[in-house]
């Protein structure tokens, strides 16, 4: 179970890069459907590692190939979840 | 028009302290990227870059003129007076024009004063910050340096800043303005503050630099300068000059899309602007702008066979900065000289290609260089920004 704090920020910073209500972000979203491109997702990696003063693995070369999921909002909180214990 | 020619070659780059061991680094395949040195690597997640070793300031300036003289400024002086001594021309200074591409100007600069004043605390910086950093401080000490008092000024577009400079000194020469140029460009970036900006993007490669290749990830920053001097071809044929090639055409255009990503109907314009009513298949290689990324090469692959059809298969496609780096406001400058080399039957490599992509089937002259003759060539620079520069070549008749 994603830790509370890594959720609610997670949804913060999403729908902030998105400009929604943090309400309008579901877990099952992605980047696509919160209309996210290449460039918001670079300014949300950088939001993700500020807030929780963690180092994100994420070449945008090859971003199939990170260990930073991005499929899903849920599985990049999983990611931010298992990087903060990793880093914390 | 007035026909142009280059007369003239020199540089510092990471893989030679002057234009023959830089030529023979390239025929060799050699790889000048290595760990970064600069103070606090240990700091950025980024640690491989292409950096200009052994180079010794004090052997090429006295104490007065270093204490004006940025590094990017340094290598663009030293390169200028190479390609003086190789053109052995006597300038009309009023009728000669120099030209300089750059990026960053003086970035270690304002690197160095800013760490200075924020991170040490220190309550003032250099007195000679602002004239080091400025971005036309190597034009400008070009021109002082050689004594010429013709246009003189830098020209900043990124990646394509030196196919920019290099560009307007053949039109100012084939139009008649000046009789002759020294253009090129000059970039030294790879300070902490240079390259922590840079990894921010996320399109810097850990790994190294692999244009066309499948496992690419990225782009690897190179530092360095190349000047060219260039002349009206009648002038440098009446005065016996060594002729390296003619520029035959220069091609600019804007994608007008989007800030950084490549657009491939831009990379196309601006290769059919450089060829001008010169048949494509006269083309035997194109020094690609091949940054290694994942999407520069693929659309510039795609660019380049809209632009040559079935030819594409029958010409060359290499890209140095698998060698030198991305020297990106000095990137175009130093492939100029691999454009020669190719022109005077040496093709340069592309080294670092393990798997080739299949989105990149083009002959990309992996591993080795290959010896050819080559009739024409082109060298593209696709610049952040969306501008693209392309110019044209051709063997000295």
Redesign the interface.
Known sequence: MANVDTTKTMIAILAEQAVLEPTDVALTDTLDALGIDSMGLVEVIFSIEEAFEISVPFNANAPEDSPFDISTVATMIAAVDQLRRAQG | MRRVVITGRGTVNPLGADVPSTLAAMADGTCAIGTLTCQDADRL?IQIGAEVRGFEPAAHFDKPQLGLLDRFAQFALVAAREAMTDAAITLTPDRTAVIMGTSGGGFGTQNDAYRAVFQDGKSRVHPFTVPRLMANAAASHISMGIGVTGPTYTVSTACASSNHAIGQAYQMIASGMVEAALAGGAEAMLSFGGIKAWE????L??TGCRPFCST???MVQGEGAAVFVLEDRDAALARGATVYAEITGFGMTSDARDI??PSQHGAEAAMRRALGNTAPQSVGYINAHGTG???NDQIEVAAIRAVFGDHADHLLVSSTKSMHGHLIGAAGAVELLGCLMALDGTVPPTVGVADQDAACDLDVVAGSARATQIDMVLSNAFAFGGLNAVLALARPT
């Open positions: 997640s921010g993007l996320r399109v490669s850990p690419r990830d990225g950084v990503m990324t994942r999407a």
